[in-house]
Nanobody
Framework: QVRPVESGGGLVQPGGSLRLSCAFS????????MSWFRQAPGKERELVAA????????YIEDSLKGRFTISRDNVKNTVDLSINALKPEDTAVYYC?????????WGQGTQVTVSS
């Protein structure tokens, strides 16, 4: 199975915004709930957000509500994560995967660094 490809990360100043995108190959995308995870240096990978197959239901980790938004496009086979008011503690590698995650689908992720 082809791994998803994450993009959109970069170096951002505190208070800035980013939109991360994940491109997913395969015919099963529209029938799969999807999620975004992140892993900060020295920490375990953690679930950030998830979205149902059709996109109607979403989950955002409690401490991130109000700043993080997840969305998907089942025509383009993409799932996006928008982040506003970025904080230094948001610095991490961000990954997308199915929900629940599938080991074979962990990709390279996209690095987000929040620093002045």
């Amino acid at each position: 199975q082809v791994r998803p490809v994450e993009s959109g990360g970069g170096l951002v100043q505190p208070g800035g915004s980013l939109r991360l995108s994940c491109a997913f190959s395969g015919s099963t995308f529209s029938s799969s709930a999807m999620s975004w995870f992140r892993q900060a240096p020295g920490k375990e990978r953690e679930l950030v957000a998830a979205i149902s197959q059709g996109g109607r239901d979403t989950y955002i980790e409690d401490s991130l509500k109000g700043r993080f938004t997840i969305s998907r496009d089942n025509v383009k086979n993409t799932v996006d994560l928008s982040i506003n008011a970025l904080k230094p503690e948001d610095t991490a590698v961000y990954y997308c995967n199915a929900h629940p995650p599938i080991i074979a689908l962990w990709g390279q992720g996209t690095q987000v660094t929040v620093s002045s």
